[in-house]
């Protein structure tokens, strides 16, 4: 048996809309890299990009503990001597919700040409509101469960 290997027309790029309001971080980055990666598909390649758009909403309202936002720390570099800076992930949330959630999907692509096209098509919203009506993106429940939901 000859191995698949998706053509450009077999590709299909469907939107989904994730409401992070009570996720857990993690648990929220895991099924966003999943969507993104397209391992959802049976068309599914490693080295091909047959993932799908991810829109996420209510960023600022992840289920984070007090002590994870305390103890998460984050760090950059300015390229200079001495130019480390860190940031816990309390003070990064209040700052940019955002970024928390690209830098953890991040961290789950590959580290290659292609995870950097398949972040690409991740967006990420603080409100419940976003701009992309006109793609007709479809609400997607995650298939874990959040850690107050029994």
Not at 8 to 29: F, K, N, Q, T
Not at 122 to 136: D, F, I, K, M
């Amino acid at each position: 048996m000859r191995t698949f290997h998706p053509k450009e027309a077999d590709i299909h790029h469907a939107w989904h809309v994730i409401d992070a309001e009570g996720i857990v971080l993690g648990r929220l980055a895991t099924e966003i890299a999943h969507l993104l990666r397209g391992k959802h598909k049976p068309i599914w390649a490693p080295n091909v990009d047959v993932g799908d758009h991810v829109i996420v909403v209510n960023a600022t309202k992840l289920d984070i503990s007090l002590r994870k936002s305390e103890d998460k720390l984050y760090y950059r570099h300015s390229g200079y001597p001495g130019g480390i800076r860190s940031e816990n992930l309390g003070h990064l949330m209040g700052r940019n919700p955002e970024r928390v959630i690209k830098l953890a999907v991040r961290g789950m692509l590959p580290k290659s040409r292609l995870g950097r096209a398949q972040l690409k098509k991740l967006r990420v919203y603080s409100g419940p509101t976003h701009p992309h009506a006109a793609q007709e993106p479809q609400p997607r429940a995650l298939t874990q469960p959040s850690r107050n939901a029994k």
